[in-house]
């Protein structure tokens, strides 16, 4: 009994064992994959003429707005004050009446001051992957500026790179700890099922062959 007890926690050890390490190499992967292309300053990333805003949702739960929204929302205004970019693709979830990201980030970017003809809604970024593919199979954008966390950017590039898209970050301002603690330790999951995705499934998004209407400058 005892020995079968004893073979029980050693199976145990090494599966918590296998899933740190697993975890631990995807995040440094998807970090190098992004080395030297995420920025923090608006003077000194280049210019992209689209830039590609990562959606979430504009209330967090118990009221009140979501900080990781404001941010991206403030993060995209900057760079097209500063010129440097010219059109905004806005890509979020829009899977019912009541939720509807890419609604409320175009509301909110107008309100700051940004042209409505500026800004494309992407109905069906119903994940970074979906959202960045299709930001190049369905609006034909090859060339991009991500825009949200830095931590998020970092994946996001990670895809971007795997699917022939030269992407580079915009890193809006993070959160507290306290406030984001669930969300950063999500990210660590988030990088395995992204590793998953381009190594492994070849995962593209749920709609991706029906071309729309962007802008040319």
């Not at 998807?30 to 280049?46: F, M």
């Not at 990562?54 to 900057?78: C, E, V, W």
Request: with cysteine; proline share 1%.
């Amino acid at each position: 009994m005892k020995t079968l007890i004893r073979r029980f926690w050693k199976l145990c050890l090494a599966i918590m064992i296998l899933i740190t390490a697993t975890v631990l190499l995807s995040s440094h992967h998807v970090k190098k994959a992004a080395e030297g292309l995420t920025y923090s300053n608006v003077d000194s990333i280049r210019y992209n003429a689209t830039g590609l805003v990562l959606g979430t949702s504009k209330r967090q739960r118990g009221g009140g707005i979501n900080q990781f929204f404001k941010n991206r929302m403030d993060a995209t205004y900057d760079l097209y004050k500063n010129g440097k970019i010219n059109f905004i693709l806005v890509s979020g979830d829009n899977s019912d009446f009541y939720y509807n990201e890419t609604r409320d980030m175009k509301k909110y970017l107008v309100e700051l001051g940004i042209p409505e003809d500026c800004i494309v809604e992407d109905f069906a970024g119903f994940s970074t992957l979906d959202s960045v593919i299709r930001a190049k199979e369905v609006f034909g954008q090859d060339s991009i500026t991500i825009i949200s966390q830095d931590f998020h950017n970092e994946r996001a590039i990670f895809i971007a790179k795997n699917h022939d898209i030269y992407a580079l970050g915009f890193n809006a301002k993070n959160v507290s700890k306290s406030y984001g603690t669930f969300t950063i330790s999500r990210e660590y999951f988030a990088r395995v099922k992204a590793i998953l995705d381009i190594y492994v499934f070849h995962s593209m998004p749920k709609y991706y062959k029906q071309k729309e209407f962007f802008p040319k400058e």
